[in-house]
Structure formats: C-alpha cells, structure tokens
C-alpha cells in the first residue's frame, strides 16, 4: 500500500523548463521499456515515436483548447482581486477561483481587466460562481490571459499564447494544455499517418487541480478535482476495430488517459460525457490504454501516481531518476516518455 511520500521526489529547480523548445518536436524522449520483467531505459529525440509505434495503432488526442482564463481586477471598495476561470457553466456564468485580502460576499461587483463588471455568486467549496454580463468565451478571448502553470515564472505572452495550445486544440474550456500533445507539430502528424497510424480524439477540459499537491499521506482520504469529458461514438469505433486488429491504443498524454479510462469503467469503452473523478494509483486495473505519451509531473502528484500504477511503481522511480541524471527538461514545456503499460496492471496485456 502505497502513502504520499512515496511519491515524492526531489528535483534540481534548474531542471523545471521555463520556455518551449523552438521546434515543438525537438524535445527529448524517454522510452521506458519494461516487459519480461527487466526494465530498458532508452535516450531518444520525440520524432523518434515515429518509429516507436507500428502501423494499425491508434494515437488517442486530447483536443482541448485553453482559455484566456486569468483576470486581474478590483472589487468595489477598490480591493484588488485575482479571477482564474476553472469551467465555463454557460455563456454567462462561470466558476472560478478568486484570490482576494478578503472573500467576496454574494452581490459583489467585480471589475476585470479595467474592461467589464462580473457578479459574485455563491461559492462552492474553493469555487466562485460569477456572472459575466455578455458572452463568455467572447470576453475571455478579449481581455483574458493565458493561466501558465505556477512554476513557470514569467507572464504569458504572444509566444506562450501560440506553443501552450496543441496544434489541434478545438474545443475550449481548459485552464491548462494537455502537455504531452505539445510536441506534436503538423509535420510530425503527417509522418504518423503516412505510416498507417491512425488518430482520435477526446476532450477533456483540464483543470487547475491538476497543479495541485495531495496534501494527506493516506491515499484514500485524497478528494480528486473534477474535470468533464466528452467521448464520441468515432472515437469508441475506432478503439474497437484497433483493439479487434491487435494494434495499440496510444494514449497522448494523462487527460486523454483519464477520459479513456473513466469511460471504460463497465469493462469497455463507451461514448458520452460525464464529470470523472476517477482516481487511478498503483493498483488500478487498466482496461483501455496500452501505451501512453506524457511529460514528466510534479513531486506527489495524482499524475505522478497514474504513471506508476501504469508503468510500474520501481520502473517509474527508476525512469525519473534516469531523467534526472540525464538532465531531462520538467514538467509543461518540458520533455516526454513514452510508457508501455505493465502487465500486471492491465486487463487486457
């Protein structure tokens, strides 16, 4: 039974990517290998995926767009105020973080970005509901600024407003990207598909909790941030006939894991949408994803946890501190593994 500290790590500071690499597929790719129970640890540039994976597989996306969702502003008495949008509720209302000397009561007005006045709600656990005085998304486009991750330590600018959003990012209401699809440039698509590989996609709309340390070393007292997923009947057709061929169903990063998994959860994938909750620690059966995309995460994290209940607990601790050695770039804008589930962790190996 595993506890937090299990989970932590200590990184050199230096080590945490601050800027994207010119080229979105210049990073750097570990390739984790451990089958027949002894572990290979392979040092690769990412297009080398390319090679990794064998025509009939299917690559699994994301495709969530970020919002412009951070605001700052000042109540009514002239306080300052810090908003970070976590969901879009509908075209005039949202929930959202507030970050104020003291918390807004019900009825108070809010103005943003010196540009338009939003209404406090009630609030639900951490969580604001504000009421914008027209369109939603129209508002956030305009005056908005994109929400970088907390350890990246300068403001977004028109770079980051480029390269922290997926080639193929499509439907908006993330408040963070789903990093692992940053490497993917539409080069390095063209190459997946001339091979046979084909793609889908899921959306998931990720959301600041996946920032957020487990702060209780029982694991099973951890309450998992929510985030809402969509799966089209496409998507599930296209998992079946892979799985039915024999090829791999190639998960591009833990959002897309988490929705494909959170859908499986009767046995087989199925389409809709739905809140997940879903918690997967080491183990956790996986019942869809057979290999996974994803960056390297944060010390005692719930993704840190998903990779180890996917790859394996010692094979993970071992990957990270080959990383580690090797001077890997961390975390949002940082380098990639590439993950071959255990089998003793999968119910369909």
Known sequence: MYSLSDFDFDLPPGLIAQLPLPERSASRLLQVDAQSGSLALTDRRFADVVDLLAPGDLLVFNNTRVLKARFFGLKETGGKVEVLVERVLDNRSVHAQVRASKSPPPGTGIRLADAFDVVVGERYGEFYTLQFPSDVFELLEQYGSLPLPPYIEHAADEFDEARYQTVYAKEPGAVAAPTAGLHFDEALLAQLKAKGIDTAFVTLHVGAGTFQPVRVEDLSEHKMHSEWYTIAQETVDKVRAVKAAGGKIVAVG?????????????????????????????????????????????????????????????NIRAAYAHAIAQQYRFFSYGDAMLLTCDALTSDHA
């Open 254 to 314: 833990t959002t897309s894991m988490r929705a494909l998994e959170s859908a499986s959860q009767s046995g087989a994938l199925e389409a809709g949408s739905a809140d997940t909750k879903l918690f997967i620690t080491p183990g956790y059966t996986f019942k869809t994803v057979d290999r996974l995309i994803t960056n390297f995460h944060l010390p005692k994290s719930t993704l840190l946890m998903l990779v180890s209940a996917f790859a394996g607990y010692d």
